[in-house]
């Protein structure tokens, strides 16, 4: 199906060249653990909000959602809608207050880190069971972006899937290695404008091939007019798809990857900024990957069947595009890849170099020690990563998500009411977030009602945390103190978005 050709060579290995040499560039600027994982909060709104969307819209978003519209049509819009609708919610309520929380709480550099100081942790439980359901979801989220490089691989070079696996994993993990969260930035910000770029021009391409975005929908019609329904099932089980797509947007509060980006900007009042970047970016981007899947029916005359649907984004690119163009655009299909996958394996080796090595083995390392493991630990987790994803028939969509109901059930009631609610205890944080991961690890292996387990997970979680915390009777004052400093700092803030 795929020839290649010394113009997509080009394109592909120079975008290759030019993250390692980000990644080499800022190798030399790290003098301690606070510029490896958090970039010494010197972000601004522009590179806040693009490596925020980028790290967030992985390889999912350019093969795994074109894939599912592909194959289930404009329902796929439910999806899209529930991402988009987290993701406002996401910079308009948390960002603003998360980083200036995290600041004030002993200026916290992880989330594990943010979660111990917030509720004065002192036996530092809390941070270790975050770092462990952090450890297991990101397995599987990294794992998902490996798949998508490795099939990218296999077509631009023509390897086999495990060579092909292994070279795209490389490139991953050699930039994040080196360059640390201030290269990751960097480059999600290009990778950023390049998805953006990429998934609006397919589909604008595809129909002006085929004759116009009328003549898609005539002949979409015509041959599976089902894609055009965007409530396909009237019954209980469509009313479920809905929710369970809608719920997607639940996931956003706690995805350690984007969050951080919130802890990172140099100036809070620049996040108001960031979000109206953000969510423009979000909107146009999602909207676009769901109609590469409906355009790809009209333009492609041979059928995907399965986890192949999930190329329909690559196969119309090298259709559509001189070799040399596709090149770029495939680029910006790994750069969606890298963008997230490095951000993941960035997270990860944070946790358990501060929130695990730090606090329990070495509290006394120093940080060129601290960085040392995190570097480490970016392999250790890559190489399990790999072998999660040894199996090319694994669907991205699935794999994802499967990892983003754990973050979204395990953290997101319990960064929510950290942010919002005074009288939350810290037994109560802890028993948010072991119901909440948990219920999504049993719920998967029995997918109950259909519902997606971020649905349930999500609930179970906030109830917990309500009910420990009112039984408690709430934190001692010094921890309202605090809180209220926060939510003072937040209305400062507040103020000045309403004057802009």
């Not at 490089?149 to 994040?176: C, P, R, W």
């Amino acid at each position: 199906m795929f020839q290649t050709n010394t113009g997509v060579l080009i394109a592909f290995t120079a975008y290759l060249l030019l993250m390692l040499a980000i990644g080499i560039y800022y190798y030399r600027s790290q003098q301690e653990l606070s510029d490896y994982i958090l970039g010494g909060r010197s972000l601004g709104p522009w590179i806040t909000s693009m490596s925020a969307e980028a790290s967030d819209m992985s390889g999912w978003m350019l093969m795994g959602l074109p894939g599912f519209a592909y194959s289930t049509g404009i329902s796929a819009f439910w999806t899209a809608f529930g991402l988009a609708l987290g993701t406002y919610l996401n910079w308009n309520y948390v960002s603003i207050r998360l980083r200036n929380y995290t600041e004030i709480a002993n200026n916290s550099l992880t989330m594990p880190d943010y979660l111990k100081n917030r509720f004065h942790d002192e036996s530092n439980l809390i941070r270790l069971i975050s770092a462990v359901f952090i450890l297991i979801f990101f397995l599987i989220y990294t794992s998902s972006g490996f798949v998508a490089g490795g099939k990218l691989f296999e077509i631009v070079f023509g390897m086999d899937y495990f060579t092909a696996l292994l070279a795209g994993a490389s490139v991953v993990v050699i930039y994040t290695f080196l360059g640390g969260f201030l290269a990751v930035c960097w480059t999600d910000f290009i990778q950023g404008c390049m998805m953006f770029l990429a998934i609006v021009l397919v589909p604008v391409a595809g129909s002006i091939y085929a004759g116009g975005f009328d003549v898609i929908l005539e002949r979409v019609a015509a041959t599976s007019p089902q894609l055009l329904d965007l409530v396909p099932d009237k019954g209980p089980a469509g009313i479920i798809a809905i929710i369970s797509a809608i719920g997607w947007g639940l996931g956003y509060f706690g995805q350690p990857h984007i969050l951080v980006r919130f802890m990172a900007i140099q100036d809070a009042s620049e996040l108001h900024k960031a979000k109206h970047i953000a969510m423009t970016w979000v909107i146009i981007s999602l909207s676009a990957a769901v109609f590469v899947g409906l355009v790809g029916k009209v333009v492609l005359t041979t059928p995907l069947i399965g986890a192949d649907s999930e190329k329909v984004f690559l196969i119309m690119s090298e259709q559509l595009f001189p070799p040399f163009l596709s090149g770029l655009i495939w680029s910006a299909v790994l750069a969606a890849i890298m963008s997230t996958a490095s951000s993941q394996l960035l997270v990860t080796a944070s946790a358990i170099s501060k929130d695990f090595y730090h606090t329990f083995i070495r509290t006394h390392a120093s940080e060129k020690e601290l960085i040392y493991i995190s570097r480490i630990t970016v392999l250790a987790v890559s190489a399990v990563a790999i072998y999660l994803a040894l199996d090319p028939d694994n669907y991205i969509l699935t794999m994802v998500a499967y990892a983003w109901a754990g973050f979204g059930a395990a953290f997101g009631p319990t960064i929510l009411l950290s942010l919002f609610w005074k009288k939350m205890t810290k037994n109560g944080a802890l028993a948010g977030i072991i119901v909440g991961g948990v219920t999504v690890l049993i719920w998967k292996q029995f997918a109950w009602f259909d519902l997606y387990e971020i649905v349930p997970g999500f609930l179970f979680s906030l109830l917990a945390i309500i009910l420990i915390s009112l039984w408690e009777g709430g934190p001692d004052m010094s921890i309202q103190k605090e809180f209220d400093k926060a939510v003072h700092f937040k209305q400062k803030i507040s103020k000045i978005d309403s004057e802009d």
